[in-house]
């Protein structure tokens, strides 16, 4: 029967994509990544792991950042050298000395704090949003291929509508509808998740809805409800953590556009594309550091989801990973 | 001999240089002929009807091109009792008939741009159309006048208001920049012309629009000040990103922005360009305010609204502000250093303008506990998308607050959607809210603080008779010291015992501008003094 878990549903297919490697470019490498599933389905975790990490030092490297970004998240309150929100102003842009490691902005608040908690911000918008989005996806496009015909047409042009405007527009335009603050800021960015996701797992799950046992389970008469969420979805997974992982770099850099716009989450919420837009322009001069930490955070976040995305990808990819 | 005559040499040329040295000195202080003042405009005008419109927007670059009844003196525009005639003859004119008749005596050299010459009846249809516009025609200032009985032309050089009382109200109410002089047979055609068209009788004639960009205007040869303009023409350019606005001025693209920036701006201009920039600052006519909302709980309960405002550290605020953000003076209800606002003593005796804030906040959460207050919830605060100074205000209020234990998440939303929600949605706890006025005119300026059948600009829901029986009264009276005391009245009730409203802080205007520009002195209004005449540039 078909795969529930990421490992076994790799494992399935691993004769099929080894075989196609090793005709396009047959040698050592071809072996060693046949090596590296065959492992990765058996062998204990730490050694998958530890495969992996060899197989991708870049994705290894932004996994660790990504860890330590959730760990400074978790443990900002514990972090923090003081509250986030507490105005001193007596240092109004203070420039980094030993009390302010990160100086002040324009209020007198910490920036070293603001910068810690903001990425607490980030990563609940960017890890709620993109989580919904593909989830969602992930069940309108599994939906979508498994009833097929009219109804798959529709939702598909549907799903073109939105896919014709570009990510920032599509969030600019709900913002705009429902207000800010980070509940819209997230619905805001899972909307235009939701149709890329759909539209990439809609593919994969055309091929999964031939196949026999989503026949067996219409056989044995199990409702469609049963079939798409128990027997079609969880095989849709590869491409389903694939877009997850890339949504979560564009989401933290959405969620910081729109608070730069003035469109996110709002003060004193620390939160790093706002402190970008209270100081960018007009202490761009004199407290340079207002906008330089805060943007430097956005980099290193987006830097390392994006290459941990990467990195899934080609893991996880079975295209991919025959070149 | 010789050194005598040494002497003497050197006394000629000294007197020489010392004399030269007076004639350049004087000739510096004379105004110059010619050139082009372009300034930066930070939005476009929504349309060139200055009686409909309420924005500097329109003001700025199409003010020139009008001509008012009486005006504040642009010599003295810093004054809040200084009128001086524009288009009449004279002075302005001293009340007659137990203060209940004005009248006018109009210049007779002044033409419209079309070449038509301007009458009494002009005026007189200009100030219908203000004053009791008809249905479909927008009069934005039309309560200004509510004193005013009927406007009369017995000759064409004579125009004659009579008042249903006196009041002292109505000369400044006269002197606000908007009231533009229309023609009458313009007028007579159709009441929207002036909407999309211009034919006034300032010191420039409309020259061209670029939509997005600019709005040109060039020298009237037929000013009836002889000699004046001194430019040749204006470039209202117009740009929306404060950044750029600045960067115009840094670069000299642009002169001046009349509106004004905030300190850091003026502290990035100053060092960058050193004595070629001028700074002029001035209190200004506009407050902040925080309009509570009377009908959500708990903020019906007065104990509630009164903790609000004791938590409100305004003399702290007022020097920390003041470095960041276009605020500064700490004032009551009435402009700041007029005749009838506060003095700082009285203001001490105010909720939440105690000198000592410690005991001003202990009071605040004492109030809160009593009225039994849910300090675990998270309040509404409503504010609208402008940096300068709405958000540096609003974050600061919040922190304010946050002192005595209220948790306020603040709500931004652009100009529209804001003033829906301040207006009509009113889903807020507590929102920003303010009042900008243009001549100094506290009688008027007040009725903000009414109820809110009366008001028309209070937004709050509360309906206050007592307030409004004082307002009516302090109209009424013509003794000053009255009216002063009935003030102070109305001030401690609104902001303290009832504590319907409550006023944060004044904005401070700042205008730095380029040093070769000569004539123009700031205002305590961004829509005063702009009719551009007397401006001239010393390069």
Redesign the interface.
Known sequence: MHGSTLVSATAEKDPMDANAHAMTRPGAGADADLELELVAARAPFFTALGKWVRHQPLGALSGGGVIVMILIAVLAPHLAPFDP???H?DN?AAAPSFEYWLGTD??GRDLMSRVIWGARTALFIGFTSAILGSTLGLVFGVTSAYFGGWFDLLFQRVMDVFLAFPLIIMALAVVAIF???PGNVIIAITIPFVPRCARVVRSNALTIREMPYVDAARALGYGHLRIILRHMAPNCMAPYLIMLTTFLGQAILLEAALSYL?LGV???IPAWGLMLQGGA???A??APWIAIFPGLAITLAVFAFNLFGDSVRDTLDPKLRAR | MKNIRLKAAYAIIASIAIGMGSVGAVAAATPKHGGILQFVVPDEPPSYDGHRETTFAMIHPIRPFYSLLIRVNPDNPSSTSDFVCDICEGKVPAPTDGGKTYTFKIRKDVKFHNGDKLLAQDVVATYQKIIFPPEGIVSARKAYYVMVDSVTAPDHFTVVFKLKYPSGAFIPALAVPFNFIYQKSQLDQDMHWYEKNINGSGAFRFKEREAGAVIRGVRNPDYFVKGRPYLDGYDAIFAKKESLRVQAIRGDRAAIEFRGFPPKSRDDLVKALGKDITVEESDWNCVLLTTINHKHKPFDDVRVRRALTLAVDRWGGSEYLSKIAIVKTVGGIVFPHHNLAATRKELEQIAGYWPDIKKSRAEARKLLKEAGVDLSKTYYFNNRAVDQPYKIVGTWLIDQWKQVGLKFEQHVFPTGPFYDMLRQKKEYDVSADFNCQSVVNPLVDVSKFLSDDRSGSQYGQWQDREVDALYDKMNQSGDPKEQRKLMRQMEKLTLDTHANSFITLWWNRIVPHRSYVKGWKISPSHYLNQSLDNVWLDK
């Open positions: 929100v507490a105005a102003y109004m324009q209020f207000g800010t603050g003035g709002q003060e004193p322009e007009e202490y001069e004199s």
